[in-house]
């Protein structure tokens, strides 16, 4: 044991076992002191792998440990989050969470209130955001002169669309937008903000002898303002698109930006590179940095109670395009961002 944070792992799924444990294992602030899964089976299985404690629930969880853990990551399919959330904030233990931070502003007034009343620190796992070549985009960003388009995509082949809960809007809250989608949701609202306005449209049921009730693909239009200029931009998110592409292009009157996984380039008007960033085999050690700055921030405890903005503000996006697809019409993301701010006071 050392003296980093006691932490339990709740949801033992593909995100748990490819990034988070090892992860946990691998950095030296927190010590893994027991694994959650509902399937009893598995949870013994990866507690035996793990050599730690093991349960169905976090009550059952609480009940084996000799102390409170200071620390939960949960993992869990969409629908799962607030339970497990009201029972760790009602026992004053801090909560990472796996993206979203919620899937719409009802879940996340409830979330707010909840961090607010039990004065626990909460975080939301955007691995990009600790991997070097997106970071290194905002400094870009300012040498490519007055901005007028974004254009963003993140496509998958996911082949199998109808047989987990991915597939099912009662459990997933939401299809691939909230989904995959949420990765560039953020990536925007880290770049730019919050756009001014949203227009978008889903399409659902594209793989051919499948049926699940979510989008597989969405389409946004978006605006961002920038000192009255606009600047416009587009997002295409697709589970069934025949390849995997993840890019996003920046657009200013002296240049371009263009980033895909572990790439990054800054090209000139003409198309000329000017610069050139690779980062390769990045991921793992953005998992275990990620993981390190939370640990570093609910020890400092400063913010505890508190929910970042940003987190808000891609909930907010994402309402409006949900809201926008719904409705076939424009949407304002500042008013979900206000309505949820409202309640932070
Ligand atoms: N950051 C990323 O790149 C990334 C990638 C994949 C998934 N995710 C996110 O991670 C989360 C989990 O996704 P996944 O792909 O690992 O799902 P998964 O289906 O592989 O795993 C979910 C696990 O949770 C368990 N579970 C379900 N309900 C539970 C409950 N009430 N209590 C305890 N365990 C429960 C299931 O038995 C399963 O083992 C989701 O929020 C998803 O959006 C993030």
Redesign the pocket.
């Known amino acids: 044991m050392t003296n980093g944070l006691n932490i339990i792992v709740?949801?033992?799924?593909?995100?748990?076992l490819e990034?988070h444990l090892p992860a946990i294992v691998e950095s030296n602030k927190y010590n893994l002191v027991g694994v959650?899964?509902?399937?009893r089976d598995?949870a013994i299985d990866v507690s035996k792998k793990y050599n730690t404690e093991y349960a169905?629930?976090v009550s059952e969880m609480l009940s084996k440990l000799p102390l409170k853990p200071d620390v939960a990551l949960i993992?869990?399919?969409?629908s799962?989050?607030l339970?497990?959330i009201e029972e760790l904030a009602e026992n004053k233990i801090s909560i990472i969470k796996?993206?979203?931070f919620a899937t719409s502003v009802n879940e996340a007034i409830r979330i707010i209130n909840l961090i607010k009343k039990s004065n626990v620190s909460i975080f939301v796992?955007?691995?990009r955001r600790f991997n070097p070549i997106f970071a290194s985009v905002p400094q870009l960003i300012k040498k490519i002169g007055a901005l007028y388009a974004i254009e963003a995509k993140y496509t998958m082949n996911i082949s199998k669309l109808d047989s987990?809960?991915r597939a099912n809007s009662r459990i997933a809250l939401g299809g691939a937008l909230s989904?995959m989608g949420?990765?560039f949701i953020d990536l925007l609202v880290w770049y730019f903000g919050l756009p001014i306005s949203v227009l978008c449209k889903f399409s659902t049921n594209n793989r051919n002898g499948q049926i699940y009730d979510v989008e597989d693909t969405a389409f946004l239009e978006f605006c961002f303002n920038d000192h009255g200029r606009d600047i416009l931009g587009n997002l295409v998110v697709s589970r069934v698109y025949p390849e995997k592409n993840e890019c996003l292009k920046i657009y200013g009157r002296s240049g371009c930006i263009s980033l895909k996984r572990g790439d990054l380039r800054r090209l000139d008007i003409d198309g000329n590179e000017i610069e050139h960033l690779i980062r390769i085999g990045s991921w793992s050690s953005a998992i275990i940095d990620q993981l390190d700055e939370f640990a570093d921030r609910i020890m400092d405890g400063t913010k505890k109670g508190e929910i970042c903005n940003e987190y808000l503000k891609q909930v907010a996006f994402l309402e409006a395009a949900r809201l926008s697809a719904k409705s076939n019409q424009q949407t304002l993301p500042n008013d979900y961002f206000e309505t949820m701010k409202g309640q932070m006071s």
């Open positions: 709740i949801g033992l799924g593909h995100q748990a990034d959650v899964d509902i399937d598995h169905v629930s993992a869990t399919p969409h799962a989050y339970e497990i796996e993206k979203p796992t955007l691995q987990d809960w989904d949420y990765h």
